[in-house]
């Protein structure tokens, strides 16, 4: 059974909950609707059909909505840059509709730049081509290395002037998740003093998100053990693949634990612990090596929130399960990405001198890990060495390397593991700038082929063998800032 678009059966659980938490409210429409980018892969695999909705543009854009939908944005709140906000909100986005996915699992749509809402603040209520652009190409990049997000289904534009640092065209998101409930959510009636409303959204997260949780002595605490261990693994599996999120405000973390709402985010380039890929982040906050301890804080957040369902010493018991947690993924992942079979506590002075090293010469993150998962087969050192200046420390570092692989594993079956680990293909900055900048001017084919290449990106694919290149040097001075 497929669904077009504008006959999506479902009004969202969302909706069940009282309506203190969300207000109705319709997109508001633009001219000339365009489709910039359809995921007919993912349309296909949730069964939705897009070659079935007429107008299909329009229901990207908001200009139409599904017969007897009644779209609504959720008011949350959270701590932006560590200062508590008392009412955020969806100020772009609206949930349109839900519907069932042909494995029974269910899915919210939503649209990200539909127009203003009551929770728009000084907002328009709109969102940028080039910001769009950004979050259709990361979410499914992410998805295809693996890692927990929301999900992009297509991108529409309008020739609608939107004024950002300057004038540029507005654009809107089709996004997908299980549901886009944030720890603001509880933030907002913590700081509101509504526990009933805590204690009626916790209930409904566990009744539709985390059913085991029913079964659990306490199934609130259980809840909170669940959310800390999958922050904890995706913000494991963002170190491992070097991506920043670039904005960790609490009203940016998922209760799912997915990566969500894609702005200044960057992959790193050449390694740098430190690197901040938004440049509004002047203390460097969010910082690529800051980013697990800000899934702490931001989960203290949510702890703090859910106080009036569960006892402080609980709470804090349950926190201080999260480092452990997190280097226990982050060790797993390491242990893939250099190819062992199991990982030793002594596995960490190895990792830890292969980053002092790395951060010396800012090596290239990914093509280091790609060309390291060769090396098991063709021991070729002189293409890793170049990628180091300190060249004979780095010798130092690699007949260590290859001692610790002594374990009876062979070359071919570990290479094989690490390069179904070690992508070959990342979103680089450069590469979604170029996309960005053929799409201004309306042509719409790179960001086609972008999305095309990042769908495999452990798969050698020749053709697009360029955009696995070292960036060029103008990629260091590009900037990318909140404005989206
Ligand atoms: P963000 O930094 O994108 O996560 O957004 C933080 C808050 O500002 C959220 O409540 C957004 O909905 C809101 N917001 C961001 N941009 C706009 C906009 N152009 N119009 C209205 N609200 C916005
Ligand atoms: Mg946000």
Request: proline share 7%; charged share 15%; glycine share 6%.
């Amino acid at each position: 059974m497929t669904h077009p678009l504008h006959a999506l059966p479902l009004q969202p659980r969302f909706t069940t909950l009282s309506p203190r938490f969300y207000t109705p409210t319709v997109p508001t429409p633009m001219p000339g609707a365009e489709v910039v980018a359809l995921n007919q892969p993912l349309a296909q695999a949730l069964g939705l059909d897009l070659a079935a909705t007429p107008d299909l543009a329009d229901y990207l854009l908001g200009n139409r909505i599904p017969q007897g939908s009644q779209p609504v944005a959720s008011v949350y709140s959270g701590h932006q840059f560590g200062v508590n906000v008392p009412q955020l909100g969806d100020g772009r986005a609206l949930l349109i509709a839900e519907f069932a996915a042909p494995d029974g699992k269910i899915w919210e749509w939503q649209l990200k730049g539909a127009g203003p809402t009551p929770y728009s603040r000084r907002g328009d209520g709109r969102a940028v081509l080039r910001s769009s652009i950004r979050e259709y190409l990361a979410s499914e990049a992410l998805h295809h290395l693996g890692i927990p997000t929301t999900r992009a289904l297509a991108l529409a534009a309008s020739p609608q002037r939107v004024w950002r640092e300057t004038a540029e065209t507005a654009a809107v998101v089709s996004r997908l998740a299980p549901s886009f409930v944030r720890f603001g959510h509880f933030e907002y009636y913590f700081y509101q003093g509504e526990p009933e409303r805590i204690r009626e959204l916790a209930d409904w997260v566990i009744r539709h998100h985390y059913p085991a949780c029913q079964a659990a002595e306490q199934p609130y605490l259980a809840l909170l053990q669940a959310v800390i261990s999958r922050t904890a693994t995706l913000i494991a599996h963002w170190q491992a693949v070097g991506f920043c999120h670039g904005v960790m405000n609490s009203d940016n973390m998922s209760i799912l634990g997915l990566t969500l709402d894609y702005g200044p985010y960057g992959f790193l380039d050449g390694f740098d612990a430190g690197h901040i890929c938004n440049h509004s982040d002047d203390s460097g906050r969010y910082a690529y090596n800051q980013q697990p301890q800000i899934g702490l804080w931001n989960l203290h957040c949510l702890a703090q929130a859910l106080l009036p369902l569960i006892e402080r010493e609980d709470l804090l018991a349950a926190l201080s399960d999260y480092q452990p947690q997190f280097e226990a993924a982050f060790a797993a992942l390491l242990q893939r990405k250099l190819g062992f079979s199991q990982w030793q506590d002594e596995d960490w002075t190895l990792v830890t001198d292969l980053f002092e090293l790395m951060q010396a010469t800012h090596t290239d993150w990914t093509i280091f890990w790609r060309t390291l998962s060769h090396w098991p087969v063709q021991q070729n050192s002189a293409e890793l060495r170049d990628l180091f200046l300190a060249r004979t420390q780095f010798d130092d570092w690699l007949a260590r390397y290859a001692a610790r692989l002594q374990d009876g594993v062979d070359a071919a079956s570990r290479s094989a593991q690490m390069l179904a680990t070690n992508p070959k293909y990342i979103l680089r900055n450069h590469l979604a700038e170029l996309a960005i900048q053929a799409a201004q001017r309306g042509d719409y084919r790179e960001v086609q082929q972008l999305e095309l290449c990042l769908r495999q990106p452990f798969a050698e694919q020749p053709e697009f063998a360029a955009y696995a290149a070292l960036p060029p040097s103008w990629a260091s001075e590009l900037s990318v800032s909140c404005s989206s």
